[in-house]
């Protein structure tokens, strides 16, 4: 197993949409929401994680309509990927 994040499903998504990632160890994990503008909308997790396959669902239930980007950070890895909310 290797660092890995995924798209996230569904995309475009209403009100929820689900992030996998890999960790090959066990490692501190930052999965955070971004808005197009680049500030911080909802921190998924922060904290110590398992090695294996993780997910997390994002319940965007009070954001507005539009792109978001999310962020996975550890010590040795980082990812971003673009999600779509439509209500």
Do not use: C, H
């Not at 197993?1 to 995924?6: D, E, G, V, W």
């Not at 990632?21 to 909802?42: A, C, F, H, M, R």
């Amino acid at each position: 197993i290797s660092y890995a994040m995924y798209q996230n499903y569904p995309n475009p998504f209403n009100p929820s949409t689900t992030i996998r990632y890999d960790i090959p160890e066990n490692t501190k994990v930052n999965l955070s929401v971004y808005n197009i503008l680049g500030q911080l909308v909802q921190t998924l997790v922060d904290g110590q994680v398992e090695a294996g396959y993780q997910q997390t669902i994002w319940n965007a239930g009070n954001m507005a309509s539009g792109i978001y980007f999310y962020r996975l950070t550890t010590d040795k890895y980082s990812s971003v990927k673009k999600l779509i909310l439509m209500k």
